[in-house]
């Protein structure tokens, strides 16, 4: 049984930073493709930001320069960086990875960005 518990969701100042992780147990995800969603309230699922397993990187357009996506396979968990976070950054982030067809989320971990 995989999961994938995200942390570091919280309250923060406009401007602000926080460093969400999505730690994964039950199975090495090394091989697996591995992203960060988030859904906003009345709003679709959206993609923020995706790493391969051999590292490389896309972002949404939102976000790129402000967010960092890394992953450390030894300790089998990923990690969203976001600096200059803005009010519609708020969210629940949800972490995702996939291999062919074997899709796994985690919960969410809601970020909200707020004066």
């Known amino acids: 049984q995989v999961q994938l518990v995200e942390s570091g969701g919280g309250l923060v100042q406009p401007g602000g930073s926080l460093r969400l992780s999505c730690a994964a147990s039950g199975r090495i995800l090394s091989n697996y493709a591995m992203g960060w969603y988030r859904q906003a309230p009345g709003k679709r699922r959206e993609l923020v930001a995706t790493?391969?397993?051999?590292?490389?990187?896309n972002y949404a357009d939102s976000v790129k320069g402000r967010f960092t996506i890394s992953r450390d396979n030894a300790k089998n968990t990923m990690y969203l960086q976001m600096n200059s976070l803005k009010p519609e950054n708020t969210a629940v982030y949800y972490c995702n990875a996939h291999l062919s067809v074997i899709n796994y989320w985690g919960q969410g971990t809601q970020v909200t960005v707020s004066s």
């Open positions: 790493i391969t397993s051999g590292g490389s990187t």
